[in-house]
């Protein structure tokens, strides 16, 4: 157990649909990195949340948007959604430069 | 950017049997973390080993930064040790790095 929380477990979505996956860090961790998971691949960096300021972002469109609240813990939004956004979404959480991730969101976009 | 591939993609072993990942990574990095992927899809911690070698119960991990390689060793395997080992490394230098994860070994041990 890595005490980083993600929620919900799985999602089911329909293309255009909005969708907001939520994460927990682990106690005293200040930063939170979200990563997208396709199926046979490695998880690719989303973007990095560092008290509540993005902090680095990866190759992902705008309708990709987070927030880090004061306790750290996190959101991943994503609008007008599309099939290939169907993925593993991971987030990670850090205080130094280890990274413990959560155990993840599946989310099926039809 | 830094481009991270590992070796093999997949691999079959008998329980019991040892095996050798390879992480090979095309920039000095000084962070790299070893993970191991289960079916549910939780990544597990396996070792932060930006240098040096590790040890792990039946696993150990080397990494020669000079060189832009790490090893992950696993003796003894077992039907749990199943899934995929992905290694990472930081997507710039800094503290706070981003990993950039390679494609995965998938390790399936039959009893």
């Known amino acids: 157990e890595t005490g980083v929380t993600q929620s919900p477990t799985h999602l089911i979505k329909t293309r255009g649909q909005q969708v907001t996956l939520r994460c927990s860090s682990q106690?005293?961790?200040?930063?939170v990195s979200w990563y997208q998971q396709a199926l046979g691949q490695g998880p690719q960096f989303i973007f990095q949340?560092?008290?509540?300021?993005?902090?680095g972002r990866g190759n992902f469109p705008p309708r990709f948007s987070g927030l880090q609240f004061p306790n750290y813990s996190s959101e991943l939004n994503v609008n007008a959604l599309e099939l290939d956004d169907s993925a593993l979404y991971l987030c990670?959480?850090?205080?130094?430069?280890?990274?413990?991730f959560g155990p993840g969101t599946r989310l099926t976009v039809l | 950017g830094i481009q991270v591939e590992q070796s093999p993609p997949d691999l079959i072993l008998q329980e019991g049997a040892n095996s050798t990942l390879r992480c090979n990574f095309s920039?000095?990095?000084?962070?790299l973390q070893w993970f191991h992927q289960n079916p549910w899809g939780q990544l597990i911690n396996l070792f932060y080993?930006?240098?040096g070698t590790k040890q792990n119960g039946r696993l150990s991990a080397t990494t020669v930064a000079t060189e832009r390689y790490s090893l992950l060793y696993i003796s003894s395997s077992q039907t749990t040790d199943s899934g995929v080992y992905f290694c990472?490394?930081?997507?710039?230098?800094?503290?706070?790095?981003?990993?950039?994860f390679g494609k995965g070994t998938k390790l399936s041990v039959k009893p």
């Open positions: 990670a959480s850090s205080l130094a430069i280890e990274q413990f």
């Open positions: 990472a490394v930081p997507y710039y230098g800094g503290s706070q790095g981003n990993l950039i």
């Open positions: 080993i930006p240098s």
């Open positions: 920039d000095s990095v000084n962070n």
């Open positions: 949340y560092y008290r509540e300021e993005e902090n």
């Open positions: 106690s005293g961790h200040n930063t």
